[in-house]
């Protein structure tokens, strides 16, 4: 891998990613929907080897003609990420019809990359299609599916299965991923455990989360650190969950974090779960592409000391 082209390059994990690669001297190309000048590209990214190009999903059909007019050459050993999608005020809201044309986005970008001769296409899942899918597996009162985020997990799975499809027509390499909770160590991106996580930092109350459903909090660093390697090494057809192995309730993490801050040990109960860890396996990524986790949950609570 010589060169990379990130869709949704300014969020939260786009931008992480699009930084390590500049880091490991790879040229990058960043694709968002925002427009952005010269000058706060270099602010938001401070690297030589990184360009900007505003480009909405929905036009990501005529990228070759886009990059053409800047004289940026992707090249055979170019791996395309597309951590692009959508909602209205946050990306898991929006009728059924919203959701869904990220699933068409997606896979247009499988074509995109195939057209512009790269290698591989990474594209990003989360762990709320797995949840869907055990309930398509399994639809019974054993294993119930109650979440207000239907629409997207569904769109997720079809975003998945689409790319899948497109990629195997048109012979590229693809690989999907799958995460739970990317973390910034700086709280910034704005969601609700980052908010909450500052509450408790700052000594503030909050309501506890009562719901036994797990979730996996990964670091930035180590993702954007997940993404390079796979960039590298992962396999055509993989599906890897990038994580840290260790998942736990919200309510556990945020105990934890709160005990921290109070000097006391951590005495969290383990508590009944809607699926095993299994799910939050990493050995596959391990395993392909040798990546090691640098950090977890309990590091950041010490650096936070």
């Known amino acids: 891998m010589k060169k990379a082209i990130i869709t949704g390059a300014l969020g939260l994990v786009g931008m992480a990613v699009a930084k390590y690669l500049s880091k490991e001297r790879i040229d990058v190309l960043c694709l968002d929907r925002k427009k952005l000048d010269d000058i706060e590209v270099s602010k938001k990214f401070d690297s030589d080897n990184i360009k900007f190009l505003s480009v909405k999903m929905e036009d990501i059909l005529s990228l070759h003609e886009e990059i053409k007019k800047i004289g940026w050459l992707p090249g055979d050993s170019c791996v395309f990420y597309n951590f692009a999608w959508g909602g209205h005020n946050k990306l898991t809201d929006g009728e059924f019809q919203d959701q869904f044309n990220n699933a068409i986005c997606c896979s247009n970008a499988v074509l995109s990359a195939k057209k512009l001769g790269c290698s591989k296409f990474v594209n990003v899942g989360t762990i709320e299609e ?37 990629s195997y027509l048109e012979k590229i390499d693809y690989i999907h991923t799958r995460l ?125 000391d």
């Open 130 to 166: 797995t949840f869907a899918e055990g309930f398509l597996k399994d639809p019974s009162k054993n294993n119930p599916y109650n979440s207000s985020q239907t629409n997207y997990a569904i769109s997720k799975l079809a975003s998945r299965d689409m790319c899948r499809m497109v």
């Open 180 to 304: 739970s909770v990317p973390l910034d160590p700086e709280f910034s991106n704005g969601g609700y455990i980052s908010s909450v996580l500052t509450k408790i930092n700052e000594g503030k109350t909050y309501e506890t989360p009562h719901n036994n459903q797990l979730f996996d909090i990964i670091l930035t660093k180590d993702v954007a650190k997940a993404y390079y390697l796979i960039g590298l090494k992962g396999k055509n057809k993989a599906d890897y969950f990038i994580g840290t192995s260790q998942p736990k309730t919200l309510r556990q993490y945020f105990e934890l974090f709160e005990q921290s801050k109070k000097g006391i040990a951590d005495n969290t109960a383990s508590t009944k779960t809607k699926l095993d860890n299994g799910v939050f396996n990493i050995d596959n990524l391990v395993n392909d592409t040798g990546f090691v986790l640098s950090s977890n949950f309990e590091d950041l609570i010490k650096n936070l």
